[in-house]
């Protein structure tokens, strides 16, 4: 089964961050099967593999969904990610995601010295902290992924390498 798991999740990890790459989008035709697929072959295994599955799902939303309310990412982003969560789990998503992060950090760091405007960032970032800190939840203009003034990065590519990293640190 593990050769299933990893075999299906370089494929779609890897097309997935082609096309992020290309178009900065994570198409429904790729991300909604490759979910249901990690459901269904985990499910297979029986009721453990199910509940395992829909745990990964779980987490994938709680940890990737606040930033999607927020704007700051993509639905097809949360999606691949709730796909990863259902091939590999609740514990092995945690990995990746803490990978994922920081591999996005890096990506986002690198993008806005390329853009000149690491400053403007860390001061966005410092505002949604503030926010967080006081309760309080909102969109910021210079952050939602619909602005023109938000500057973004395709998050398909980091979510690859932290999940595939996850797979060799088992």
């Not at 023109?148 to 932290?162: D, F, N, R, V």
């Amino acid at each position: 089964m593990q050769t299933i798991v990893w075999w299906s999740n370089v494929v779609v990890l890897v097309a997935a961050s082609v096309v992020d790459l290309g178009t900065r989008r994570v198409p429904n035709w790729l991300a909604v099967p490759f979910f249901l697929a990690g459901v269904a072959v985990r499910a297979a295994a029986g009721w453990h593999g199910l509940g395992q599955s829909l745990a990964g799902v779980g987490l994938a939303l709680l940890l990737f969904g606040p930033p999607c309310f927020l704007g700051a990412m993509g639905l097809g982003d949360l999606k691949l990610a709730a796909g990863v969560g259902a091939w590999i789990g609740p514990s092995q998503f945690l990995l990746a995601f803490i990978v994922t992060a920081m591999v996005g950090g890096i990506m986002a760091v690198c993008y806005a010295l390329w853009h000149g405007s690491l400053g403007k960032c860390l001061d966005n970032t410092g505002e949604l902290v503030v926010d967080f800190t006081k309760g309080r939840l909102r969109q910021h203009e210079d952050i939602r992924l619909n602005s023109a003034k938000a500057l973004s990065i395709p998050y398909a590519p980091a979510i690859a390498i932290g999940t595939l990293f996850s797979f060799f640190a088992r």
